[in-house]
């Protein structure tokens, strides 16, 4: 009830914020149709913004980069774009995770409540390895806005074979026999420091998936190995690859050519256009090939070569300056690039007649000073415009402006009009036709945030009470939910100033197209941080402020998803909807039975599940008389957005030109993952060499092809023929044998006569299963789990299937059945399989490769569809030791980058709560950070350091 009265409060505030202005602006017109129209123009807006709210979307991590074996950490903070409080319309979360090809590797499906969400992601062998990587979240409401509106991040993992060298990079511009070229100098280290002497490597030089060059290079007495390369007049970047004579050491060193010549620059009029007779302040930007920003400086010239107006970029290559513009005249911008390189742009081309909408944003002022400026012809004509101004897609302030006695318009607007973030202004003409627009950004610290530990001093091992107080402006205490993450300084690096917040992210970039260097550093208290922040608004495009979909709605393709569901439709052979006709929906881990009945337009239904995480479906349709023949179904598949990463500089490997916070860092990970593996296994297994091994094209082995205890590959399935799988089985199969047993399932039945409402029941069946060498078979059909789809004879009988195929239909089989090949499959199939009783580890694991690929049911059988459904994430512990460590041996994860991780904080009414946990044996400082939002939408983030001394 508080939250909704909120909502209430909010948009009253932004309703009675628009409409005194009509009744206290002098430039204010009589005309009624004109308020009329204003008023429309302001109703269609805001309705807009009802019918179809957008959402923000903002994830904070337990830290910024990762090794392989690392888990990542997160929260997610999904939000009403307008007010800021939890989103209402999505309760599922998409989170798609990309390598630097751009190429999808792992998906995962967040459940959300009141718009909160956390977990974790295991970044194992099997599926990552060292690179950069970039992930992705979203909604599937979020689609309909574009994927601007999708929150992207973009990180480092370290892989194991990226542990020989350090490198010490240096680039620079050249010119080889008159061609364009780039000096590389790579002095090679090993961890301890010392240099790599007189070593030959293997070199080899990409231009994305074009390979240039190949030769092997012997380093000097320092380790160096210095060389040019002819660069291609297209390439934004290079990759090199070394690799040492043995083969043991390799390294991937990105090169960004960041040529001055190449440098992108762009200038911006306030408002929009250069307007003779007008002065105008320009915003400019300047973006190396890397997509970072680059300081330049220069002056304006005009055609007769005087200099008109000095500029020098103030932070990230953007900056500002003021030009009087005279009528007339072409402008040129001379600068002066990095390197000394002067190079001419053409600024926008001058406008002979029109308007210049200017709005200087005091940070020390209560209010926005805003001009509206014409050029004579225009002055002197009756035409009224409008001057409406939008945050957060409501419409806070809107006036009608007209010229009168030759005068502009000045006006001051008091900044309380508007809530915190970006405030979007746009002149328009009476007929709907933007001319000018301009943001700028309202700071305001709704919420303070205080940290206070239990004791003045801590030691190594000892125990931290964190006490944490938020209050509002006022000094009230606020209640809100939060999560804090804790690193250790010494092996992590966090840049607590110029890295994305909540902040940042839910109040300026979430509102700007494409990639935002240091977003952190806008709102941070620096010294030229305001001034900086409004350069950005000059110079970076935006998002959501698109009139025309205000004055012709859209059609909202993607809805909103409220829950999982399983949603698809029944025909016939015709296409034509089969209504009143029984669906059945079956999985065995967990065990759910359900049915329904299709509507009128062949359609069905199925939600209310219980807690899944891996779902496997099975789903058949059955005709009045119990039969699917001519029936066909069809499941619901959302297919995934594209993925597109916004451009920015990707971050370079650990080991490029690193510190001594991420060398320590990459050490101690190797570290734990020995550690973790000794005490895991006890010893090392012996070297095994395996010949004439055979392989399976195309097979899904979690092992790799071929890496199994048993193998039968295409040339056995030829000499079988048409025998059944059942008897190649028999036949083949070192102790593969039958047996049938009862098992007890759930079934979701009406709750009474005529009821909508339903109960859970479980009813009692006879399966078949089939076992080797005493292990129960798992049967995997082209990666797909097949036995959790069909083990119910409701279905179709296991032993049945297995005699309907021959062996012309499949490639192979693998048989997983020792520890040593069915460890990653019991990791992919069995959730949380160490929490297990340990008889669900004993599984053999039979892999089989069809023709086809299709998965188990290639031969299109009627009436029946098996949907493996994007898996549910659900939120595991972060592990918190209780006690001091004495042997790191046998206590390894006493290693410990992220010291604590806290994603569920909830303050109460007092504005309090409180936090533990243990320090690490080592003196360090930690790192703290600590973000959330309140109950009325006011995200807030703090930054703490805490020392912890010696013994």
């Known amino acids: 009830m508080k939250s909704m009265l909120n909502r209430l409060r909010f948009n009253f505030f932004l309703l009675v914020a628009v409409l005194p202005i009509f009744s206290s602006t002098v430039c204010l017109s009589q005309d009624v149709d004109l308020r009329s129209e204003i008023l429309k123009i302001t109703r269609l807006s805001n309705s807009l913004n009802r019918a179809s709210p957008s959402e923000k979307l903002y994830m904070q991590f337990d830290k910024p980069y990762y090794a392989l074996g690392d888990t990542i950490w997160y929260k997610a903070y999904l939000v009403n774009a307008s007010s800021l409080f939890p989103a209402d319309k999505s309760e599922l979360l998409y989170i798609d995770i990309a390598n630097d090809s751009n190429k999808v590797i792992k998906r995962y499906s967040i459940p959300l409540g009141n718009g909160l969400g956390w977990g974790n992601i295991t970044l194992n062998e099997t599926e990552f390895k060292g690179g950069t990587y970039t992930l992705q979240a979203y909604t599937n409401w979020m689609r309909n806005f574009g994927d601007d509106y999708f929150f992207s991040r973009t990180f480092y993992v370290t892989g194991a074979a990226e542990k020989n060298w350090l490198i010490n990079k240096q680039v620079s511009a050249s010119n080889l026999n008159n061609n364009p070229s780039a000096n590389v100098k790579l002095y090679f280290n090993d961890l301890d420091g010392a240099p ?24 000097d007495a320092n380790g160096l190995l210095d060389f040019n390369i002819k660069t291609p007049p297209d390439a934004a970047g290079l990759i090199i690859t070394a690799e040492s004579a043995g083969g043991d050491k390799k390294a991937t060193i990105p090169v960004a050519l960041n040529r001055a010549e190449n440098i992108d620059v762009q200038f911006f009029p306030e408002g929009g256009n250069l307007v003779a007779g007008l002065q105008t302040q320009i915003g400019f930007k300047a973006i190396s090939e890397d997509g970072l920003g680059a300081n330049i400086s220069g002056e304006i010239i005009g055609s007769d070569q005087k200099t008109a107006a000095a500029f020098k970029s103030l932070h990230n290559g953007m900056g500002s300056f003021n030009l009087d ?63 409406i101004a939008k945050a957060r897609g409501i419409v806070c302030y809107a006036a009608v402006v007209t010229f009168r006695d030759g005068h502009f318009v000045d006006r001051k607007i008091a900044k309380a009009l508007f809530p915190s973030g970006i405030t979007h202004f746009t002149l328009m003409t009476a007929k ?149 006709t029984h669906v059945l929906l079956f999985s065995k881990s967990p065990g759910i039975l359900m049915d329904t009945i299709t509507d009128k337009q062949g359609s069905f239904v199925f939600d209310r ?53 991420m060398v320590r860092y990459s050490k101690q990970a190797e570290l734990k993952q020995q550690l973790e593996y000794y ?24 092992n790799g092809p071929g890496e199994a205890d048993q193998v039968f590959d295409e040339k056995d399935m030829e000499k079988a023929g048409k025998k059944t799988w059942l008897d ?109 009783n340990p008889v669900y580890l004993d599984y053999a694991y039979i892999e089989i490769t ?59 009414a007092k504005g309090e709560a409180t936090v533990w946990f243990f320090t690490g044996k080592k003196s360090s400082n930690y790192t703290l950070i600590i973000e959330g939002t309140d109950m009325n939408g006011n995200p807030g983030s703090k930054s703490f350091t805490l020392k912890v001394g010696g013994k």
């Open 432 to 580: 709907r036709r933007p001319l000018n627009e301009r943001l700028v950004f309202i700071n305001r610290s709704d919420i303070n945030i205080q940290m206070q530990g239990n004791k003045v001093n801590y030691l190594s091992s000892d125990s931290v009470a964190l006490k944490i107080k938020v209050t509002d402006n006022a000094g009230k205490p606020v209640a809100g939910n939060f999560s804090i993450s804790v690193t250790d300084d010494a092996l992590i690096k966090t840049d607590t100033t110029n890295s994305e917040n909540i902040l940042s992210r839910l109040l300026l970039t979430s509102d700007l197209k494409g990639f935002v260097e240091q977003p952190g550093y806008y709102l941070s208290k620096a010294p030229e941080a305001a001034q900086g922040l409004d350069n950005l608004l000059l110079t970076q495009g935006w998002i959501g402020y698109d009139w025309g979909k205000v004055f012709d709605p859209p059609v909202m393709a993607y809805k909103p998803e409220k829950d999982f569901r399983v949603t698809g439709r029944v025909s016939n052979v015709f296409n034509g909807a089969i209504k009143g």
């Open 325 to 387: 513009v005279k009528a007339g005249e072409s402008y040129t911008a001379k600068v002066i690039l990095p390197g000394g390189l002067v190079k001419q742009y053409p600024l926008p081309a001058v406008k002979a007649t029109g308007t210049v909408l200017q709005v200087i944003n005091d940070p020390l002022s209560d209010s926005l000073q805003v001009s509206v400026k014409a050029t004579p012809d225009l002055m002197q004509q009756p035409d009224s415009y409008f001057l």
């Open 850 to 908: 069809t023709r086809g690929g299709n998965g188990p049911f290639f031969g299109n059988t009627p009436g029946v569809y098996l949907y493996k459904p994007l898996p549910l994430s659900w939120p595991k512990t972060f592990y918190k030791p209780r006690h001091a460590a004495k042997d790191i041996a046998n206590h390894p994860e006493e290693i410990r980058p992220t010291i604590d991780w806290e994603p569920n904080v909830n303050t109460n």
């Open 196 to 219: 790599e002497r007189n070593k030959p490597l293997l070199l080899n030089v990409f231009d994305g998936n074009k390979h240039l060059y190949k030769q092997t290079l012997a380093t």
């Open 728 to 836: 190649l089985m028999y036949e083949n199969v070192k102790g593969f044998r039958e047996a049938s047993f009862k098992v007890k399932v759930h079934k979701q039945v009406p709750a009474g006569r005529g009821s909508f409402l339903t109960r859970d029941v479980i009813i009692d069946t006879f399966i078949h299963d089939y076992f080797v060498k005493g292990k129960k078979v798992v049967f995997i059909i082209d990666g797909i789990q097949l036995d959790s789809a069909i083990s119910v004879p409701t279905f179709v009988d296991l032993t049945t299937y297995l005699n309907f195929h021959n062996a012309e239909d499949i490639k192979g089989i693998e048989v997983n059945e020792s520890g040593k090949y069915s460890t990653n499959y019991i990791r992919e199939f069995i959730p949380d399989p160490w929490t297990y």
């Open 609 to 661: 599940f219980p807690k899944v995480d891996t779902p496997v479906f099975f789903i058949k349709a059955v005709n009045k008389a119990g039969r699917s023949f001519n029936v066909s179904i069809k499941v619901d598949e959302i297919a995934p957005p594209d993925f597109a990463t916004k451009k920015a500089a990707s971050p370079a490997p650990w080991y490029v030109n690193s510190d001594s916070t």
């Open 679 to 702: 005490k895991a296994s006890g010893h090392l297994l012996k070297e095994v060499n395996i010949h004439a091994k055979k392989i399976i094209m195309d097979s899904k082995n979690l």
